[in-house]
C-alpha cells in the first residue's frame, strides 16, 4: 500500500520539477539562491564545519555536535539523507526543526526561487543557512555533505573553519565518468578544492586510501590533522585511549554499536580539540560521548513494535550500510555476535548500488530474505537481488514484505539475529514499523 504524502513530501514533489535532473553537480545554481535569500554566509563562515567522506558522516556529525552540546554551546545541524521524516534533517540550536516551522522555511525559499532550475538538495541547503544565519542563534553550523564535495551543494557556504573528512570508499560509481570509477576518483571529487581553515581526516579502511588522501591535499593550506600521524586511539577494557599532540583522554565506548564507531567518535573528538576558540573540556568529551540515545538506523536494535511482536525471542537489528566498505565493518561487528546464534538477513537495495561487493561481506549469514523497499521505485528487484546472492553462494529466497520475512526467520528459528540492511530508504521502512 502506497503511504500517504505529508505536506513536506508533497511539496518536495514539486521541487522535483523545477530541473530536470534528481542530482546535477554543480555550485551554479545554490550560488544564485544564496544570492537572492541574501544570506550572509560571512556570518556562518567563522563557524561552520562540514562533514564529507562516504561512511560514518552522520555519527561523526552527531558526536561533534553532542560534545559542543554537552559545553553548554548551541548547535545548527544539516544532515542527509533522512531515514523517516525530512525534520530529521534540519537541527536549529540543538533542536529538530517541527515541521510546521520546516514548511514554512521551505515555502519561503521556494517563493524566492521561484521557477528557477535548482535540484531538491540545493534548495534544502540553501534553506537550512538561509534559516541558520537569519533567525538562529546558534555558535556553531554542522554540515553534511551529500554527494562528493567540491561540487556539492554545503560547499556553497565558501572558506569556513574546519572540513572533517570520514571514511571514503567506493559508491555513487554511476555519477562518475566511464574509466574513472574507483577509489580514486572518488578521492578526486572528495578531496579537491576543500576551502576550509582546517581539515581533518579520519580512520581509513587502508594505509592505501589514507596516503592518497593525504597526497591529495598536500598542498592545500589548510592545516591538517590526520589520523596515525596527528591522532590516534587504542581499545581497551574501559573503552578507549584517545591520543593527540594536546595529550591522552581515557574514554568509555560509545553507545553506538560497533567497533568503526569509536574510529567516528575519536575523529569527531579531534575536530573539536583543534578549535581553540571554543572551550571544550576532557568532560565535556566524556559526557558528549555518552548522551548519544538515538542511533537512527546505525546498528540499531529493535525492541519493540509489530516486528518485535512477530519475532519476541529473536533479535532484531538494523542498519543503513549499502556500499562495500560499510558492508565491511558491519560484518566485523556481526562476528562479534554469540556465535550459538544463526543470523538471518533481510535486504533491499536501490538500483545503483554495488550489490555483489556488498552483499559478499555476509557469507556468515545463514540466508538472505530479498525483498523490494516498500514505496521506491528505484530499488533492485527481489528476484533480481536473490539472484545475485546465489551467485555469490548464499542461500536465498525472496519475501513479499518486512513483515514476512521476519515472520519467516521468527518461525524458522525463534533465537536467531534477524539483521536488516541494504539502504536507507528500507530502514526507514522499519522504523515506521516501530
Not at 573503552?239 to 594536546?246: A, H, M, W
Amino acid at each position: 500500500m502506497k503511504k500517504k504524502q505529508s505536506r513536506i513530501e508533497n511539496l518536495i514533489s514539486k521541487f522535483l520539477l523545477l530541473h530536470n535532473r534528481k542530482i546535477d553537480l554543480s555550485l551554479d545554481r545554490i550560488n544564485r539562491l544564496n544570492k537572492d535569500l541574501k544570506i550572509n554566509l560571512a556570518n556562518l563562515q567563522s563557524k561552520t564545519i562540514t562533514v564529507s567522506g562516504t561512511n560514518g558522516k552522520w555519527s561523526t556529525a552527531k558526536t561533534i555536535s553532542s560534545i559542543f552540546e554537552a559545553a553548554g554551546y548551541k548547535v545548527d545541524l544539516f544532515t542527509s539523507p533522512h531515514v523517516q521524516n525530512y525534520t530529521e534533517r534540519f537541527v536549529f540550536e540543538s533542536k529538530e526543526v517541527s515541521e510546521e516551522i520546516l514548511f514554512n522555511l521551505l515555502s519561503e525559499v521556494r517563493l524566492k526561487n521561484s521557477s528557477n532550475p535548482i535540484t531538491v538538495f540545493e534548495l534544502l541547503t540553501s534553506a537550512f543557512y538561509f534559516y541558520s544565519a537569519t533567525k538562529s542563534k546558534s555558535d556553531i553550523v554542522i554540515a553534511e555533505n551529500g554527494l562528493f564535495q567540491r561540487y556539492d551543494s554545503v560547499a556553497s557556504i565558501g572558506h569556513h573553519l574546519m572540513n572533517v573528512t570520514c571514511s571514503i570508499g567506493l559508491d555513487h560509481l554511476d555519477w562518475l565518468p566511464d574509466g574513472k570509477k574507483n577509489i580514486d576518483q572518488i578521492i578526486i571529487e572528495k578531496m579537491s578544492n576543500i576551502n576550509s581553515s582546517n581539515i581533518v581526516v579520519a580512520k581509513q579502511s587502508d594505509s592505501q586510501v589514507l596516503n592518497k588522501i593525504e597526497r591529495k591535499i598536500k598542498n592545500n593550506q589548510a592545516n591538517k590533522i590526520i589520523f596515525s600521524k596527528d591522532y590516534n586511539y587504542e581499545t581497551n577494557n574501559s573503552g578507549f585511549l584517545y591520543k593527540d599532540n594536546f595529550g591522552s583522554i581515557q574514554l568509555p565506548k560509545p553507545n553506538l554499536l560497533g567497533e568503526h564507531q569509536i574510529s567516528n567518535t575519536a575523529c569527531a573528538i579531534s575536530a573539536v580539540r583543534n578549535l581553540k576558540n571554543f572551550k571544550i573540556k576532557d568532560e565535556h568529551i566524556i559526557n558528549g560521548i555518552r548522551s548519544i540515545k538515538n542511533m537512527r538506523g546505525r546498528l540499531q536494535i529493535i525492541d519493540k513494535g509489530p516486528l518485535k511482536k512477530i519475532a519476541p525471542t529473536n533479535t532484531i537489528l538494523c542498519d543503513v550500510a549499502h556500499n562495500p566498505s560499510a558492508g565491511n565493518v558491519i560484518k566485523k561487528y556481526l562476528d562479534t555476535l554469540d556465535k550459538k546464534k544463526e543470523i538471518y538477513m533481510v535486504c533491499g537495495m536501490m538500483k545503483n548500488k554495488i550489490h555483489k561487493e556488498f552483499i559478499s561481506n555476509f557469507k556468515i549469514v545463514n540466508e538472505i530474505l530479498a525483498i523490494d523497499i516498500p514505496n521506491n521505485n528505484n530499488c533492485i528487484k527481489k528476484e533480481e537481488l536473490k539472484k545475485i546472492v546465489e551467485e555469490i553462494g548464499i542461500k536465498a529466497r525472496v519475501s513479499n514484505s518486512i513483515k514476512d520475512a521476519v515472520k519467516y526467520i521468527a518461525n524458522k528459528d525463534k533465537n536467531s539475529v534477524i539483521f536488516i540492511v541494504g539502504s536507507i530508504f528500507l530502514i526507514g521502512e522499519v522504523l515506521n514499523l516501530s
